[in-house]
């Protein structure tokens, strides 16, 4: 038997205890919440990556079965991991939990110790990006929710007797979807999309892309790359037009110096896992104000990628004051001079703004931002930070006018831009094990309660008898002969 045999093995060992585990912990339960003809489903899911599928197999667990995850993009290509995320390991210890909600036959290293090997699990600090997104294919399989693929949504907007109707495209043209409940697990532009300096306006797309955008990086070999911005995501880009073979990359960093400390780390233990979303607004706002001070830094391993090659170069203290196009060339213009280049590569993140994605043009303008909700004290104004969704405890969104549309708290966000509201149990790999527990909640207590009475008459209802008529005729003459006798 070869290693491949013996990995299959084990691989089939682990899925056949998976189903045992489930089997003994009674799961996945009955489907508990009332049928209603007015909707096709109870809870659809925008997005099939690591958050959608999370929070489908949490629903699930909790009885709520009715369910369907969206995604438009092909059956193993959800999610950013083979897409645009261009690290080579992802930024987090492979000791953080992910989507396997406590059930540790689930987890990446049982997927990767039966995959290959006992020993291999201990080699690295990091899991490989190319190995998660193999993780997370396996892991579809086994949770089985249902998922539609290449289908987007193009439309969200409110039905009359309550809930929402999504209008989704697919290959065979445009259908509608009525469903109770909303989840947005539709990533860091979830909220927005890609934060674009307004001078790139007039520069030609041909010229430039965002850290999120499918790079052709084989046109870039033999090119002069410049990229602005200075964390992960921007050196991730210029470890990637490095390594395909750039004739030279530039990267450009507003500040003086690179952002040392990942202040985020600073919220990532249990307590404020779980319990964040209860401080009140104003520390809230204080330490979310202090995290999006600075950058979030670039790890140690991307960085190495950028400096072991002798053609690339990082300027420091270089913000980009004007870019022009001569010829087919890039001018930009920073403190330190022009710089040339034949490419921009943009990692300057995302923007909060609902009204950048056209499926929620019916409601963009009636969510509650922080800036609709929250006036912080002098020194700690933030537009950026006001920007992000106000969110209620159990990522509902909120209307900014009291009355205005109620029905937004039918939508759920679980996106990046959750974390002003909500810390970082907001759709991040770590935030898994104690955000998706606190959303799953929210939905079936929104659901019992919105069919309390029929619940109740239920409840009320139960009649099912503990004995059966022979049981219940012996018993019954068994009184009878000890009244006698008394």
């Known amino acids: 038997m070869n ?231 921007a050196f991730d880009n210029a470890a990637t037009a490095l390594e395909r073979g750039a004739a030279r990359v530039d990267l450009y960093c507003r500040s003086a110096h690179l952002t040392r400390v990942n202040r985020f780390k600073g919220a990532s233990y249990p307590g404020t896992l779980d319990h964040f979303p209860d401080l009140p607004d104003d520390l809230k706002w204080r330490v979310m104000h202090d995290y999006f001070r600075e950058a979030t830094p670039p790890t140690r391993e991307t960085v190495q990628r950028c400096t072991r090659h002798g053609n690339f170069q990082l300027h420091l203290g270089s913000p980009w004051e004007r870019v022009a196009v001569v010829g087919e060339e890039l001018r930009i213009h920073t403190p330190g001079g022009e710089q040339r280049a034949d490419f921009a590569i943009l990692g300057t993140g995302f923007a909060c703004d609902f009204r950048r994605r056209p499926e929620y043009r019916y409601f963009a303008e009636q969510v509650a931002c922080w800036r609709d909700r929250y006036t912080p004290p002098p020194g700690l104004e933030n537009p950026t930070l006001g920007s992000f969704p106000y969110q209620g405890a159990g990522y509902q969104l909120l209307e900014r006018e009291p009355g205005s549309a109620p029905w937004l708290a039918d939508i759920h966000g679980y996106f990046f831009a959750s974390i002003p509201s909500l810390g970082r149990a907001a759709g991040e790999t770590g935030s898994l094990k104690h955000g998706v527990p606190r959303l799953v909640n929210a939905i079936g207590r929104d659901l019992f309660l919105a069919d309390a009475a029929l619940h109740v008459e239920r409840m009320l209802g139960f009649e099912e008898p503990e004995l059966n008529d022979e049981e219940m005729a012996a018993v019954e003459g068994l009184y009878a002969r000890v009244g006698d006798s008394s």
């Open 3 to 233: 290693a491949s045999d013996t990995s299959t093995d084990a691989l089939a060992r682990l899925e056949v205890r998976i189903r045992q585990n489930l089997a003994l912990l009674g799961e996945p339960p009955d489907n508990w919440v009332p049928p209603r003809p007015e909707w096709d489903v109870d809870v659809a899911i925008v997005g099939a990556g690591q958050s959608g599928l999370a929070v489908a197999f949490g629903l699930q667990r909790a009885g709520i079965r009715n369910i369907q995850v969206l995604d438009a993009a092909p059956a193993g290509r959800e999610g950013p991991w083979i897409t645009w995320a261009r690290m080579e390991v992802l930024r987090s210890p492979k000791e953080v939990p992910g989507p396997e909600l406590g059930m540790g036959e689930l987890t990446f290293r049982a997927w990767h110790e039966a995959s290959h090997g006992a020993d291999a699990y201990s080699r690295f600090a990091k899991i490989a990006k190319d190995d998660w997104m193999a993780y997370l294919d396996w892991y579809r399989r086994m949770i089985q929710v249902p998922i539609r693929n290449d289908t987007r949504v193009s439309l969200i907007e409110p039905l009359a007797g309550g809930g929402l109707r999504l209008s989704l495209e697919t290959a065979s043209g445009v259908e509608h979807l009525p469903t109770r409940k909303l989840v947005l697990a539709n990533g860091m532009d979830g909220a927005g999309g890609p934060q674009i300096p307004a001078l790139m306006a007039h520069v030609e797309r041909r010229f430039w892309a965002h850290s999120a955008d499918e790079v052709d990086f084989e046109r870039l070999r033999g090119r002069q790359v410049a990229v602005l911005g200075a964390a992960s995501s």
